[in-house]
């Protein structure tokens, strides 16, 4: 079993859907959270960052983390086809020590299609 | 300014040459990352530096010689590469490797092909 798993899709949906992205993992290690976006052939762009369950907002983005049930979430609202791109989840351990100190665990990535 | 520029964008290599990827970031940043991605895979940790010292070293084969020369540089030098080790290569950086500190801010990356 992966430490953390996201669906990779691919997930298609109209203009305007609100979309919803989900990663679980099993590490109970994990006390931080990040979303990051990733067109084709380019970097990943880090669009949110959370550190304790509830949600956090950021224009059309909201980031949702339930520690009890290792479940994270990204809704985008109002989707547009720029927002058409692979969505890593990644996560990483409190006051890490030894050889994880600064490890990101990824998801697989989840591939979105917004289309007109 | 949360950018991290990397030079090349792209670059083509044979299995004999020698060549470096640079990676550069001017947000303070005393963390620096290395990371090679596949195609449809998440990126995989390859190296980390902190305040210049190597931290971690994922086991990578001694043909990836990190380089970090000041707290704003990284460099990868490749040399002897080999056609599966054709992948985007990415920098990143951050304040530091632990809790809210390892919040890691991603180049556009090198797109390397080896013939």
């Known amino acids: 079993?992966?430490?953390?798993?996201?669906?990779?899709?691919?997930?298609?949906?109209?203009?305007?859907?609100?979309?919803?992205?989900?990663c679980t993992y099993s590490n109970s290690a994990f006390q931080y959270f990040m979303w990051y976006r990733q067109y084709s052939r380019k970097g990943p762009e880090l669009l949110m960052y959370t550190y304790s369950s509830g949600n956090k907002e950021d224009g059309r983005f909201t980031a949702q983390?339930?520690?009890?049930?290792?479940?994270?979430?990204?809704?985008?609202r109002d989707s547009q086809p720029s927002d058409s791109a692979t969505y890593l989840c990644a996560m990483s351990a409190e006051?890490?020590?030894?050889?994880?100190?600064?490890?990101?665990?990824?998801?697989?990535?989840?591939?979105?299609?917004?289309?007109? | 300014d949360t950018e991290v520029?990397?030079?090349?964008?792209?670059?083509?290599?044979?299995m004999t040459n020698k060549k470096s990827l640079k990676c550069e970031q001017h947000m303070g940043h005393r963390a620096m990352y290395w990371y090679k991605?596949?195609?449809?895979?998440?990126?995989?940790?390859?190296?980390?530096?902190?305040?210049?010292?190597?931290?971690i070293n994922e086991s990578?084969?001694?043909?990836?010689?990190?380089?970090?020369?000041n707290s704003s540089l990284l460099n990868l030098h490749l040399h002897a590469l080999q056609p599966e080790d054709s992948a985007l290569y990415?920098?990143?950086?951050?304040?530091?490797?632990?809790?809210?500190?390892?919040?890691?801010?991603?180049?556009?990356?090198?797109?390397?092909t080896v013939l």
Do not use: W
């Not at chain 1, 899709?9 to 919803?20: D, H, K, R, T």
């Not at chain 1, 009890?68 to 990204?74: D, G, N, T």
């Open chain 2, 5 to 14: 520029t990397q030079t090349p964008k792209h670059l083509v290599m044979g």
């Open chain 1, 65 to 76: 983390v339930d520690k009890s049930s290792k479940y994270i979430s990204l809704f985008i």
């Open chain 2, 37 to 55: 991605q596949k195609a449809k895979k998440p990126p995989e940790l390859m190296f980390v530096y902190s305040y210049e010292k190597l931290s």
């Open chain 1, 1 to 22: 079993q992966k430490e953390v798993e996201q669906d990779p899709g691919p997930l298609s949906v109209p203009e305007g859907a609100i979309v919803s992205l989900n």
């Open chain 1, 95 to 116: 006051n890490a020590g030894g050889t994880s100190y600064g490890k990101l665990t990824f998801g697989q990535g989840t591939i979105l299609t917004v289309h007109p």
């Open chain 2, 90 to 112: 990415l920098c990143a950086s951050s304040q530091g490797l632990t809790g809210p500190y390892n919040e890691q801010f991603f180049g556009p990356g090198t797109r390397l």
């Open chain 2, 60 to 69: 990578v084969p001694s043909r990836f010689s990190p380089e970090c020369p």
